[in-house]
């Protein structure tokens, strides 16, 4: 059990939520360039499970790295930070 502390959590923005039981997650993260040392944002969009269908686009949710639920789809809603206005 003491696996569960390894996964991934991340914290991201909801970009769309017209699926059934899945999220789109954006994810931005500062990298800071190899050559002149500039930090550059990056957004990475993840397919997230969310099983109660609650996300709403533009909710700010952490989620968790877990098992393959599809092809495409390996992270789940863990919870909703802050919910859009």
């Given at each position: 059990?003491?696996?569960r502390?390894l ?7 909801v ?20 050559r ?21 686009v ?10 393959p639920?599809?092809?495409?789809k ?10 859009a206005?």
């Open positions: 059990m003491e696996d502390n996964r991934k959590v991340r914290t991201g923005l970009a769309s939520s017209g699926m059934d039981k899945s999220v789109c997650v954006n994810v931005r993260r500062k990298v800071k360039h190899p002149y040392g500039k930090f550059i944002k990056k957004t990475t969009r993840l397919l997230a499970h969310d099983e109660n269908n609650e996300c709403g533009g909710d700010t949710v952490r989620i968790m790295e877990t098992r639920i599809s092809k495409s390996c992270w789940r809603v863990v919870e909703i930070v802050e919910k206005k």
